[in-house]
């Protein structure tokens, strides 16, 4: 048996009902009127004073005793009475057929809901995704996407501002790579930036992944496919040299320097320790251990998402104690609770400006600018010290595990297989040997680079 009916024979439709023919679909009319067709049940023509005639069909679901409309079409030379009755016949004989016609206008219903969202309307909704919290494989709970801050921060400067309105399914692959273009050119607001539109693009098609997959069907297909290929990105090369390690040292103890000295503590501790700024600015009292003179990174903090053990060479043991004094963390803020944020060693490379209503009101010069040095980041400090200590003849490995950079080769060059460190071979004692071989040795020549002499044992804060 059938789960639709067609709608029963009520006075409304007995006094409306006639064989319909195109006349009735042209008729103007002072309010809207619907005419039922007498010899296809069930379909019906509405006429609205602006002219505008509509086919539809209307049934009864028997699975819910409710009566539902299915749209046909707009009546014109192209789709006539005649076309409207062979659209009900084939959609009866659908029924016939056993599809639940009702749940399929349901489905395409929710699909136009879906597919109805803006841009705009997905990032936000992207976003809360990607922050939510879960369980990760270490048992912590932190968010889906752990860069979801740069993620989001890529979607709502570069996406949203060009493509926020449009509708998702009407985002095409020419949309994404005008804005890609005009990234590179310098045409959306900021300088010109190939690095921005790969970040954009990541972005934009992680995005448009998601928005695709079952379940949400907000676009039926991503338009960040076969986009043109990008010029090449020219990797940062900068490592100072040993007058200019030496002129920032001994300048980062100016008194007159306008950052506070923890700041400046930092950028010595990251150039000594080859950590990253995001390692090594929340260091806390209870991650320090006094009687191996090392730090354990959790792996939260760690790009790769793996614990880190990296030894304190004396010098770095002298920085971290002077550092931390008698607070929790080894670089804190101005007020003393909460560790420096990720950007200030780089805010007080390159400086800061202070606008209001778009205008620049003040600025503080950075570091590099007071003592004449050409820009860098902290992160050129770690490839200082690399190069540096490739310089002194240490192992390129022992250097490569110092930057937290997986070796995947053995000590006689031969390729290791992946899984061998990621799953088997969980022992850190050598590792953590070889690091401190480099550390320390990295640590003589830094202070022999600097003009200052080998320091004995300095002990740990405790």
């Not at 679901?61 to 009900?88: I, S």
């Not at 972005?203 to 448009?208: D, E, K, Q, V």
């Not at 607070?327 to 950007?343: H, I, N, Q, V």
């Not at 007080?348 to 600025?363: D, E, F, H, I, S």
Request: glycine share 6%; net charge positive.
């Amino acid at each position: 048996m059938s789960d639709i009916t067609t709608e029963p024979a009520t006075k409304r439709m007995r006094n409306g009902s006639v064989i319909l023919t195109d006349r009735h679909c042209e008729k103007r009319v002072d309010r809207r009127a619907k005419v039922y067709d007498r010899k296809c049940p069930g379909l019906y023509v509405s006429v609205i004073p602006s002219g505008v005639a509509t086919f539809n069909f209307k049934f009864t679901d028997r699975t819910t005793g409710k009566q539902r409309t299915k749209w046909l079409g707009v009546y014109c030379p192209g789709f006539t009475v005649e076309n409207a009755r062979t659209a009900v016949y084939a959609v009866k004989n659908r029924i016939g057929n056993g599809e639940n016609v009702a749940e399929t206008l349901r489905q395409h219903k929710a699909q136009r809901a879906r597919q109805g969202k803006t841009v705009d309307e997905i990032i936000e909704e992207r976003i809360e995704w990607m922050k939510t919290p879960v369980r990760k494989a270490d048992g912590e709970e932190r968010p889906r996407i752990e860069s979801w801050e740069n993620v989001a921060r890529h979607l709502r400067n570069f996406l949203s501002p060009r493509l926020g309105k449009k509708l998702a399914s009407e985002v095409t692959k020419h949309d994404i790579a005008t804005l890609s273009n005009d990234i590179v050119a310098g045409r959306h607001g900021g300088k010109p930036s190939v690095s921005n539109a790969r970040h954009m693009r990541r972005a934009a098609s992680g995005l448009f992944n998601w928005a695709a997959e079952a379940g949400r069907d907000y676009v039926t297909a991503s338009p960040c496919i076969n986009l043109p290929k990008l010029d090449e990105e020219h990797p940062r090369d900068r490592v100072l040299t040993e007058d200019e390690i030496r002129t920032l040292w001994h300048g980062l103890d100016r008194e007159d320097m306008p950052w506070d000295r923890r700041t400046r503590l930092a950028i010595k501790f990251a150039l000594v320790t080859m950590l990253r700024s995001g390692e090594m600015l929340p260091i806390h009292r209870d991650e320090l251990n006094a009687e191996n003179g090392t730090v354990d990174i959790p792996a939260r903090r760690v790009k790769k998402r793996r614990p880190i053990n990296q030894p304190l060479s004396d010098l770095a043991l002298e920085i971290i104690a002077e550092a931390m004094g008698n607070y929790e963390y080894a670089f804190t803020g101005r007020f003393g609770d909460a560790p420096l944020a990720r950007l200030a060693m780089s805010g007080a490379l390159t400086g800061t400006k202070v606008t209001k209503n778009g205008k620049r009101v003040a600025r503080t010069p950075g570091i590099c600018e007071l003592l004449g040095l050409a820009p860098f980041t902290p992160h050129d400090l770690r490839r200082t010290a690399a190069t540096m200590c490739g310089e002194l003849g240490l192992s390129e490995g022992s250097i490569a595990l110092c930057l937290d950079h997986q070796a995947n080769k053995d000590e006689n060059g031969k390729p290791l297989p992946a899984v061998t460190r990621k799953v088997y071979n969980r022992a850190t004692r050598i590792v953590v040997t070889k690091k401190r071989e480099v550390l320390d040795r990295w640590a003589v020549e830094l202070r022999r680079i600097v003009g200052e002499p080998t320091a004995t044992e300095v002990p740990l804060a405790a």
